[in-house]
């Protein structure tokens, strides 16, 4: 069963990401949940942003086997590999990557943050294929702790990368619109959607974290993606949004 449609790869190449609808059933994301909550209640967060609300947790894909599950026991995976095909995708731990870990993100009411600006990660040469997220609360409204994405961010910043040198990104951290000039890019858009589903993002899609105004904790399982061997890849894929992606590319000649 295929669940990507035209549209769906014509989005993923224009904007590049694409939001997946109940993706995952609620049993792994009820067991998941009991999981982070264990997590969170036993260790202090990677990173605190105080601020805006903001708790991130990195933990071993072994510390967190239900939220591996998430992935692995649902269709987000093989969805994911539509994308790549016919190369596979996994974790980027099982790669060798650096990125061997399953992201926790959480946002505490009540903080109002608009981001004014977008980071991507893997800037500094050890980039990666594929950002993952799985929505475990409601963020259907705007305020409620959205990821924050710059649509068509991945093509300024592959155009970038080939004007500025693959190395244009180290003195400012991975924000292209502080560089000197800056990069200019459209607009940026709230993540919507509802618990189950699926967020697939190129890891050169420019994003960042919002505030919440909701009345409850938002919660986001991020995982990192590899086609294998991705690693001597890594700077052409900087170069070359679509190395790692055929069928995207294949979209982009035919025009959808």
């Known amino acids: 069963m295929s669940w990507l449609t035209n549209d769906d790869f014509g989005h993923f190449a224009s904007e590049g990401y694409v939001v997946l609808r109940n993706v995952v059933s609620e049993d792994l994301l009820a067991a998941a949940d009991v999981e982070i909550d264990a997590l969170i209640a036993e260790s202090k967060p990677d990173g605190v ?62 903080r109002f943050h608009v981001p004014g600006g977008p980071h991507i990660d893997g800037w500094n040469g050890d980039s990666f294929t594929m950002l993952a997220a799985v929505l475990l609360t409601d963020q259907s409204e705007t305020r409620s702790g959205n990821l924050w994405v710059w649509p068509g961010s991945h093509l300024e910043h592959e155009r970038m990368f080939r004007e500025r040198g693959t190395k244009s990104l180290s003195e400012v951290n991975g924000h292209s619109t502080m560089l000197d000039p800056p990069v200019v890019l459209r607009p940026a858009l709230p993540i919507t959607g509802v618990r189950g589903d699926l967020l697939l993002a190129h890891f050169l899609l420019g994003h960042n974290k919002g505030g919440n105004m909701a009345n409850h904790v938002r919660r986001t399982i991020y995982y990192r993606l590899n086609v294998p061997g991705h690693d001597p890849r890594s700077e052409q894929t900087l170069l070359d949004a679509w190395t790692e992606y055929p069928p995207v590319r294949a979209a982009l000649r035919r025009g959808v």
């Not at 708790?55 to 093989?78: E, G, H, K, M, Q």
């Not at 095909?85 to 650096?98: E, F, K, Q, V, Y």
């Open 49 to 110: 942003d105080d601020l805006n609300g903001q708790r991130t947790w990195f933990a071993a894909r072994d510390r967190l086997p239900c939220c591996d599950a998430v992935l692995r026991n649902s269709p987000a995976l093989a969805i994911a590999r539509e994308l790549v095909s016919p190369n596979t995708i996994d974790h980027a731990g099982l790669d060798r990557s650096r990125y061997d870990h399953i992201q926790i993100a959480i946002t505490v009411p009540l």
